[in-house]
């Protein structure tokens, strides 16, 4: 897996922010039994950045944590059968990666929401990769039944590598 960062936020963490986003996306796509070596854009910036991202592409004017941009479609969650099918819009043609799409994380959120959850800044991060991963492989929240399969298959990915709320 080939994870691009870009942190236009500078703000050091104080784990190695590639490292914990490639375990963790790594550790989804095993779950969801991806089929192809894959890429993901992460861009790390703050909240005036990612209420511009969310008022641009969701005509949402306010700071979120986090938002997924997935550059596939799917029928069912997961299905990664139709990439092959889109190979042109689907893969790199120089590595030859499925690429799943972008993801935006919001320092600031990282930061506040550690504190307000107790729990440490990366737990907090490699929690908002999961649930992006997820979005990338076509999972949603938007109705309860959706955000209960998420939401379990976030705490299983994290609980998987020991990243939990107890870790510090």
Known sequence: MTFYVENEAELPFDFPVLEV???VGE????????PYET??????????????????????????????FPNLEFDTQSDFEGAAQSEADCFDPESGELILGDIIISVDRVVSQAE????SRKREFA???AHSMLHLCGYDHMEAEEAT???EKQR????????TREMQ
Do not use: W
């Open 21 to 23: 986003a490639k375990l």
């Open 27 to 34: 550790k989804v796509l095993q779950m969801e039994n991806c």
């Open 39 to 68: 890429q993901v854009n992460l861009l790390l910036t703050n909240n005036a950045g990612i209420q511009e991202y969310n008022r641009d592409y969701r005509q949402i004017d306010a700071p979120t944590d986090v938002l997924s």
């Open 116 to 119: 307000e959850y107790g729990h």
């Open 127 to 129: 929690f908002l990769v």
């Open 149 to 151: 399969v998420m939401e």
């Open 156 to 163: 299983e990915v994290l609980n998987q590598l020991q990243i």
